[in-house]
Structures are given as structure tokens and as C-alpha cells.
């Protein structure tokens, strides 16, 4: 059973910088890609970044090119989100999700909210 | 910029059948966008229900299915139930990595 499980999120002021992980389990971790995926508060769901199963492919939503960084570590069954530059629109609940294949989105965490506010 | 395109909102009434599209501000939905769709009450995670068109995720019942019909991707809701109201999102594979929700659907089950 898949289980992914964020953490890291919290309150940043606007161009700092905070890493995001998501820990998973019940399923080869190396094998899968994975996604971030956010919600603005009221808002629908916004693709992130995807990587692919060996972090050899990384891409991102034109929204947080440049300014975020997406990485895996498949010794430890870990994703990651560095954010950097953040801005008041980055405030959302973050979720991880992993797929088969890049174009899959299939199991989900459940969240992790990240707060951009002076 | 292409944008994906949802019904803001829809109703069933109970045990009747629901279709919700998917389609593009420019151009046809395709198998090739490996269209999939989500299942999120408020507050809650999403849930996948359907991904790469037609292919049911683990433990979703065979009410919920996908399919392509015209020139969009559609979820069909069969026998319509009081928690099926909830909000539906789908995903377009827009190629080189990218994917690209739709601003989802509030179905109302009434």
C-alpha cells in the first residue's frame, strides 16, 4: 500500500527559502516517478514538478521555474522540494503523489502547507 | 498558453449517470494526453480515480469510468451517489514533462 507522508512545510517570509520531503513507503520507491503537486487555499489543484525514477529528468510548471528544485534520494525512499525566492502565490497545501510513468499521477500524500507571509 | 478546460460545476440526481469533460482552449483531447482524473473532498487529499484515459486506480468501483468522447476526455459517474459530491479535477500530459490540471468540476448530487 502506497504510503507518502510530507513534511517540512510552514511559515516563510517572501524570498526565503524552505526544502519540502515526502517519505515513502509500501511500494519500490526507485522504480516510480514522482510529482509535486499544490492548493492554493480555495483554489484547484496546480502541477508542480515531476522527476523521473532515477533523477536523471526533472521538469517544472513555467509558475516555479528557476525558482524551485526537485530531487529524489532512492537509499532513503525520499522526494524533495527546495523552494527558493518565495513568493505570497506559493502559499498552498503540498502534496507528493508518485506514478508508473511521468504522464501518471496515482498515489497520494497528504499534504503539507507552506505559508508565504511578512 | 493552453488551458484545460473543466464544467465549473454539474448535478446528478441520485442513482443517475454523469459525464464531466476535459477538454483544451485550442486543439482535441487525445489518448496521447494521457488523460487521468481526481476525486477531492473538501479538506482531503486527492484521490485518483482514473489515469491514462480508461485505466481504474486500485479499489476505485466500476461506477467511475474514462473514455474520450468527441474531441474530449470525459469521467462518466453511473448510479450517482451522495458521496460522489465532491470535486473532479482531470490531468492533460502535455508533453516534455509537463502536466496541467483542469480548474475542476463541483458535482452536486440532488
Known amino acids: 500500500q502506497v504510503q507518502l507522508v510530507e513534511s517540512g512545510g510552514g511559515v516563510v517570509q517572501p524570498g526565503r527559502s524552505l526544502r519540502l520531503s515526502c517519505a515513502a513507503s509500501?511500494?519500490?520507491?526507485?522504480?516510480?516517478?514522482m510529482h509535486w503537486v499544490r492548493q492554493a487555499p480555495g483554489k484547484g489543484l496546480e502541477w508542480v514538478a515531476v522527476?523521473?525514477?532515477?533523477?536523471?529528468?526533472?521538469y517544472y510548471a513555467d509558475s516555479v521555474k528557476g525558482r524551485f528544485t526537485i530531487s529524489r534520494d532512492n537509499s532513503k525512499n525520499t522526494l524533495y522540494l527546495q523552494m527558493n525566492s518565495l513568493r505570497p502565490e506559493d502559499t498552498a497545501v503540498y502534496y507528493c503523489?508518485?506514478?508508473?510513468?511521468?504522464?501518471?499521477?496515482?498515489?497520494w500524500g497528504q499534504g503539507t502547507l507552506v505559508t508565504v507571509s511578512s | 498558453q493552453t488551458v484545460v478546460t473543466q464544467e465549473p460545476s454539474f448535478s446528478v440526481s441520485p442513482g443517475g449517470t454523469v459525464t464531466l469533460t476535459c477538454g483544451l482552449s485550442?486543439?482535441?483531447?487525445?489518448?496521447?494526453?494521457?488523460p487521468s482524473w481526481y476525486q477531492q473532498t473538501p479538506g482531503q487529499a486527492p484521490r485518483t480515480l482514473i489515469y491514462?484515459?480508461?485505466t481504474r486506480s486500485s479499489g476505485v468501483p466500476d461506477r467511475f469510468s474514462g473514455s474520450i468522447v468527441g474531441n474530449k476526455a470525459a469521467l462518466t459517474i453511473t448510479g450517482a451517489q451522495a458521496d460522489d459530491e465532491c470535486d473532479y479535477y482531470c490531468?492533460?500530459?502535455?508533453?516534455?514533462?509537463?502536466?496541467?490540471f483542469g480548474g475542476g468540476t463541483k458535482l452536486t448530487v440532488l
Open positions: 503523489a508518485s506514478g508508473e510513468v511521468v504522464t501518471a499521477i496515482q498515489g
Open positions: 509500501g511500494f519500490t520507491f526507485s522504480s516510480y516517478a
Open positions: 522527476i523521473s525514477y532515477d533523477g536523471f529528468n526533472k
Open positions: 485550442s486543439g482535441s483531447v487525445s489518448t496521447s494526453y494521457y
Open positions: 491514462s484515459t480508461n
Open positions: 490531468v492533460l500530459y502535455m508533453g516534455s514533462g509537463i502536466s496541467v
